[in-house]
């Protein structure tokens, strides 16, 4: 007859000792990963280059929690360079041993070592001279036996009190193929722009990948005024243009000056007459700017350390080719 849990009052459950569940297992979780730092040396190196030098795909395989772990570690792999897939141990000897090539490189998890699945993909991968790569908790089972390199990652105990739930190995093995990839993109040089291109729907994507002039307006869309302009009809250029500011600009089409929001609100404090001041007398003369191919994120930050809600996009020699404000970014999910 199957035993039954014991039924727990929510009501009973005491604040403290859940806090102090949870602290424990973080605790134990953080002396895992740290207890790893001191195991890196020559095999973790090693398996640096073996990853470096793969010419086809890595693949990673685990079963059960380590399965999970292993599909983590492949997607990190993938998005930061090295091309990985999670090949599932179970499915591989129904057709999937397949998809391992002779230029691919195994990186196989089991904390005992002894993953029966994995193990009986070890004759194929011999067979194929393909590179083996292990993270396991017994650097004296068989899979490490077999490996090509083994790197450790054994903790002392689980951070489930019976010692039974993958928690705190999962954890490190996580952690593990972490620093691997880490290392990896860093040795290859890989760049946050092409991080993300592996991430073009994502928000890093729209903030690495979009530039200016994705975002920009441009032709009639742009306010501009000559500096001679008198300041009323500047303010109706600005009112129908909607960004908050209007260019002045000379007979070439170069950025003189803005005027902004703020500029109308000084000189109407100063009870300026709209019908006889001109433009270049009410405009602020240092207008921020921006390159067409500056990244859009990186006028956002502008606008941010500026205090200011627009800007003007100019090219090399200061003639006005844009136009963008704090909404227009915030349409393309930079901000």
């Given amino acids: 007859m199957m035993a039954r849990m014991s039924k727990v009052s929510v009501t009973a459950l005491e604040d403290s000792a859940l806090l102090a569940t949870a602290r424990r297992t973080l605790e134990s979780e953080q002396a895992g990963i740290a207890a790893l730092s001191g195991r890196l040396g020559a095999p973790f190196a090693a398996a640096c280059r073996a990853l470096i030098a793969c010419e086809g795909r890595v693949i990673v395989c685990g079963m059960g929690k380590s399965g999970h772990i292993a599909g983590k570690i492949a997607a990190t792999l993938a998005s930061t360079g090295t091309p990985a897939f999670f090949l599932h141990p179970a499915e591989a000897g129904h057709g999937d041993l397949g998809m391992i090539t002779r230029p691919d490189l195994l990186l196989a998890l089991s904390n005992s070592g002894e993953t029966a699945e994995i193990l009986l993909l070890l004759p194929h991968v011999k ?21 090509t ?3 450790d990652v054994s903790v002392e105990q689980e951070a489930c009190p019976h010692n039974l739930a993958p928690t705190t190995s999962t954890t490190a093995a996580l952690a593990m193929g972490d620093a691997l990839a880490v290392a990896v993109l860093e040795a290859r040089g890989f ?9 073009p729907g994502g928000a890093l994507g729209r903030r690495l990948l979009l530039h200016v002039e994705d975002v920009m307006r441009t032709g009639t869309a742009l306010p501009r005024v000559g ?13 129908a243009k909607g960004l908050g500011l209007t260019a002045v600009v000379d007979g070439d089409g170069k950025v003189l000056g803005v005027f902004t929001d703020g500029d109308l609100r000084r000189a109407l404090d100063k009870h300026t007459d709209l019908h006889t001041t001109s433009m270049s007398q009410a405009m602020t003369a240092d207008a921020r700017t921006v390159s067409a191919r500056d990244l859009a994120a990186s006028a956002a930050l502008l606008m941010e350390k500026h205090r200011v809600t627009a800007l003007l996009v100019v090219d090399s020699e200061r003639r006005l080719i844009g136009a963008l404000n704090v909404h227009d970014l915030m349409r393309a999910g930079v901000v």
């Fill in 149 to 151: 390199i083994a790197l």
């Fill in 191 to 199: 760049s946050a722009e092409e991080f993300a291109r592996r991430h």
């Fill in 127 to 147: 067979r194929l001279g393909v590179p083996l790569i292990v993270l396991t908790g017994r650097t004296d089972s068989a899979l490490a036996r077999a490996a």
């Fill in 227 to 239: 500096p001679d302009t008198l300041l009323g009809a500047g303010l109706v250029e600005m009112s």
